[in-house]
């Protein structure tokens, strides 16, 4: 009984450990306590499909975390600052608007602002297996990895 119980343990481990649940953070103006941070669960180690959330955070004034919808362990996620200093963040097709004033504003956006996108600041992307923000350096052409 006991050689069963470590055999399937072991069988059962690379499944489960299949599953994403991780989180990368873009800190705005260097500061820990002030960023936006994507996280991704998977609730289901047999579908390839990721619960994608945006935490958006001004300490200590606010905290509060916004369903992106669906996307997979692949999806990049950019991020655009605005003039005004809100952000669109960009996941696939799907754009948001997003603040960090008070963290309570996030709205699905229909299309890109007549003004424009902004400043692209950075993208969320795997690299190497692992959840990472990558800052957009002035001129840097976007190379896939």
């Not at 119980?5 to 306590?33: H, K, M, Q, S, W």
């Not at 001004?58 to 605005?82: A, D, F, I």
């Not at 709205?107 to 800052?135: I, N, Q, S």
Request: with cysteine.
């Amino acid at each position: 009984m006991r050689l069963r119980t470590v055999l399937f343990a072991l069988l059962a481990a690379p499944v489960l450990t299949a599953c994403v649940n991780d989180g990368a953070t873009y800190e705005i103006d260097g500061t820990r306590e002030h960023g936006l941070s994507l996280i991704r669960e998977q609730p289901y180690f047999w579908d390839s499909k990721v619960n994608l959330y945006m935490a958006v955070s001004r300490m200590p004034t606010c905290l509060r975390r916004h369903s992106m919808g669906q996307g997979t362990e692949k999806t990049r996620v950019e991020v655009y600052r605005v003039p005004s200093g809100a952000f669109i963040i960009k996941a696939g097709k799907r754009m948001y608007a997003t603040e960090t004033q008070t963290c309570e504003g996030f709205a699905k956006m229909d299309g890109e602002p007549a003004e424009g996108m902004g400043t692209l600041v950075g993208t969320f992307r795997t690299k190497k297996g692992v959840l990472t923000f990558v800052k957009e350096e002035a001129g840097q052409a976007d190379v896939e990895e």
